[in-house]
């Protein structure tokens, strides 16, 4: 069973920056695309970026130039650095992943930004 365990959330001032990470278990092979999504108080859950095993990107257009994603690969690990937080960038920050035709979500990390 794949599993999705996330790190690196909690409490930043607003200008500031934070490190997500997402390490998968429960599967030896490179994992089709992985990426993060987020979700705020009263509003959907939406797509923050994703990547794939050989590396292309897609970006939510708002927050791309503030927010890259990268991996390793070869130990499915998905990153997400945040810069320049802004208070509405607080939600909580959930890892996905794709094996087609399967999804799989992690836990979900708190990320809040302060004003």
């Known amino acids: 069973q794949v599993q999705l365990m996330e790190s690196g959330g909690g409490l930043v001032q607003a200008g500031g920056s934070l490190r997500l990470s997402c390490a998968a278990s429960g599967y030896r092979f490179s994992i089709d695309t992985m990426g993060w999504y987020r979700q705020a108080p009263g509003k959907q859950r939406e797509l923050v970026a994703k990547i794939t095993n050989t590396g292309r990107t897609n970006y939510a257009g708002s927050l791309k130039g503030r927010f890259t994603i990268s991996r390793d690969g070869a130990r499915n690990t998905v990153y997400l650095q945040m810069n320049s937080l802004k208070p509405e960038d607080t939600a909580v920050y959930y890892c996905?992943?794709?094996?087609?035709?399967?999804?799989?979500w992690g836990q979900g990390t708190q990320v809040t930004v302060s004003s």
């Open positions: 996905w992943g794709m094996i087609v035709p399967d999804t799989y």
